[in-house]
């Protein structure tokens, strides 16, 4: 389970590395065009507070107690976005494949 803290983190770096992919990540994450188009339309112009904003209010609001960085970070490897991947599991400290969790 990720700590809100992690999510956070997570959230700002998928904001600032990938915000224009922010539309793929949201549906590979589940979310509708209804959804997409309503926070769109909440900060036209700006791709990183669109991409933010949904995760953080949309996304971790309807997943409640099962948001995880570990889902972001496997979202972002099915769409080739390994650098960011990567980023998330150093600074949110997830042990990396083959690695042993160290608490």
Same mark, same amino acid.
């Given at each position: 389970?990720?700590?809100?803290?992690?999510?956070?983190?997570?959230?700002?770096?998928?904001?600032?590395?990938?915000?224009?992919?922010?539309?793929?990540?949201?549906?590979?994450?589940?979310?509708?065009? /209804?959804?997409?188009?309503?926070?769109?339309?909440?900060?036209?112009?700006?791709?990183?507070?669109?991409?933010?904003?949904?995760?953080?209010?949309?996304?971790?609001?309807?997943?409640?107690?099962?948001?995880?960085?570990?889902? !972001?970070? /496997?979202?972002?490897?099915?769409?080739? !976005? /390994?650098?960011? %991947?990567?980023?998330?599991? %150093?600074?949110?400290?997830?042990?990396?494949?083959?690695?042993?969790?160290?608490?």
């Amino acid at each position: 389970m990720s700590s809100e803290e992690d999510l956070r983190k997570a959230f700002n770096i998928i904001s600032d590395k990938q915000s224009g992919r922010w539309e793929d990540i949201a549906r590979k994450l589940g979310a509708e065009s /209804n959804v997409l188009s309503t926070t769109k339309s909440k900060h036209p112009n700006d791709l990183r507070r669109q991409c933010f904003c949904y995760l953080s209010d949309v996304w971790f609001e309807e997943q409640a107690s099962k948001a995880s960085v570990e889902k !972001l970070s /496997n979202v972002l490897g099915e769409l080739g !976005l /390994n650098l960011t %991947k990567e980023l998330i599991e %150093k600074e949110c400290s997830l042990p990396l494949p083959g690695q042993q969790p160290h608490f």
